[in-house]
């Protein structure tokens, strides 16, 4: 049996929603803003972390590039400084050679008249006397030796020895020939003659010795004459042309060129604003140098010092030479003699004369003990010194600089619920870094031999130098012991360290106007409280 199909019924619209289950409390409303204001909160603080993070990174980059253009300032002045101090014992060694004779166009002293007498006696006494002597006496050295020293100098004093040599030597002969002459006496004669002529041939050794130093020496005349040109053009020309470069171009530039250092952080981290203390103005950063004073004794002063090791080590080939070649006519001992006196002569004539007085370190000690002792470097102030800063005070302000950084405020999520901003002026950051020399250094060292163990210098010998010796007491032929090389370590560098409550307000208190300054004026902002010391 068929069954007729049947249609569902209508069901009323009003019935539609009448079988779903579940709805939005109003406590889930509250959840989900909850949970809304706590990402607002996170992406916020995410923000200004951030932003606090980049600003404290721009403040680091500030003091830092400008702390690297003062240490490269300061390797400058030490690498100048080193290179008059080359070039003035290369003019002092050339001068040694013909003294100031040469230098001056006169001629030199003659020769003592007792002298000049004993040598041209004994020349021709023994050439009287000497007819039928083996060896005859050398003409050619008397010819040689005789005529006047063209220069002066060390060459000067080894042909003057070289006239008294040989004048022994013709007196020796004179009476090699009168012992000779007794070969007629019966038993003894033979014997005499023997030792006669013995006396005789030993004196023309000394005379063809004396004759080939007098041609090496007249080779070192022309030599000394040749490089006569090449002296002035360093004593007169390179070494004021050197000190000058320094003086208006390296020493004022270096802190110029710090300051657009630290600006040039502005742009790679997204800066709004950045700062450098000190300065501003420019004149307020300045490298920790000033111009040798004119009281320090020459024996002492930064010329000398940057001289005198390459005096004894560049002289000591010549002082060999002469041990060597140049026996007779001692030209080691008067070359080292000369050398030892020109350089007090014309390092004076150079600081005195031509105004090269070089750059030391600023603030020297006031108790005139020399390096190592300079009040910056003592933690506080040293027991005896009166006024001004000292111990670490003055260091920080000689080498340290500071660094700042702003950003404006960021946008906040939500700004009408987080309206509130603990500072609208935006964020600042600081940073501190220091100029500083990584050589060792040793208080107190030093003494009248050596020059002191001294880093914070400007020049930064790497290894023991000597100080000048001093003039060589008459008669004194003790040799002067072997010169160590003499090393250059250029070692100025920069790192940033902590600074202190009291050098972060001084920034504070003479920033430019400008957002920087807006921030650390105002009345949300205190530099001296705990929460401002981030480094």
């Not at 020293?149 to 009168?178: C, E, N, P, T």
């Not at 004459?225 to 470069?245: A, F, S």
Request: with cysteine; net charge neutral.
């Amino acid at each position: 049996m068929r069954e007729s199909a049947t249609l569902p019924t209508a069901v009323p619209a009003r019935d539609l929603h009448a079988e779903e289950e579940g709805m939005l409390s109003l406590a889930s409303l509250f959840v989900v803003l909850g949970f809304l204001v706590l990402i607002g909160l996170l992406a916020n603080a995410g923000t200004v972390t951030s932003r606090k993070l980049e600003t404290q990174n721009a403040a680091d980059a500030v003091a830092y590039s400008a702390s690297v253009e003062m240490a490269r300032g300061m390797n400058s002045i030490t690498a100048i400084n080193h290179l008059i101090g080359e070039l003035t014992a290369l003019v002092v060694l050339i001068h040694t050679l013909g003294g100031d004779e040469l230098d001056q166009g006169k001629s030199p002293p003659s020769t003592p008249a007792l002298l000049k007498t004993w040598l041209t006696t004994a020349y021709y006494a023994a050439k009287a006397i000497d007819f039928d002597a083996t060896p005859q006496v050398d003409d050619g050295a008397y010819d040689e030796a005789s005529p006047e020293s063209d220069v002066g100098g060390a060459i000067y004093d080894a042909r003057k020895r070289l006239k008294m040599v040989l004048a022994w030597a013709y007196q020796a002969h004179f009476f090699g020939d009168v012992i000779a002459k007794g070969q007629y006496i019966p038993i003894v004669g033979a014997i005499l003659e023997g030792l006669g002529d013995s006396i005789c041939a030993a004196a023309w050794v000394f005379e063809k010795k004396v004759w080939q130093e007098c041609k090496i020496l007249d080779a070192l005349v022309t030599l000394a004459k040749q490089l006569q040109r090449v002296k002035v053009v360093m004593r007169d020309v390179l070494v004021p042309g050197l000190y000058y470069y320094e003086k208006f171009l390296i020493v004022p530039a270096a802190p110029l060129q710090a300051v657009n250092a630290a600006n040039e952080m502005k742009t790679p981290n997204l800066a709004d604003d950045v700062s450098l203390y000190p300065g501003w103005p420019v004149l307020n950063l300045n490298l920790p140098v000033q111009q040798e004073p004119d009281q320090v004794a020459v024996e002492r002063s930064q010329l000398m010092r940057a001289s005198t090791p390459w005096i004894q080590w560049w002289r000591q080939p010549w002082i060999d030479f002469g041990k060597d070649v140049l026996i007779l006519s001692r030209f080691a001992q008067y070359f080292e003699n000369r050398s030892t006196q020109y350089s007090l002569s014309i390092i004076k004539h150079l600081k005195q004369d031509k105004g090269i007085k070089l750059y030391v370190m600023s603030n020297p000690d006031p108790q005139g003990r020399g390096k190592t002792f300079e009040p910056w470097t003592f933690a506080d102030q040293p027991s005896g010194d009166k006024g001004g800063y000292k111990g670490s005070k003055l260091a920080d302000r000689m080498f340290c600089v500071v660094g700042l950084a702003h950003r404006r405020a960021p946008d906040a999520f939500g700004r009408n619920i987080f309206r509130y901003q603990e500072n609208p002026d935006g964020m600042v950051c600081f940073a501190q870094a220091m100029l500083y020399n990584a050589n060792p250094q040793k208080r107190g060292s030093g003494d009248k031999n050596w020059q002191p163990t001294v880093g914070w210098d400007t020049l930064n010998w790497n290894g023991p130098v000597p100080e000048y010796p001093g003039p060589v007491p008459a008669g004194d032929n003790t040799p002067t012991p072997t010169t160590p090389q003499p090393l250059i370590r250029l070692n100025w560098q920069s790192k940033l360290v902590p600074t202190t409550s009291e050098r972060l307000t001084e920034a504070a208190l003479l920033q430019p106007p400008g957002a920087i300054r807006n921030v650390l004026g105002s009345g949300r902002t205190n530099v001296l409280s705990e929460l401002a010391r981030t480094h």
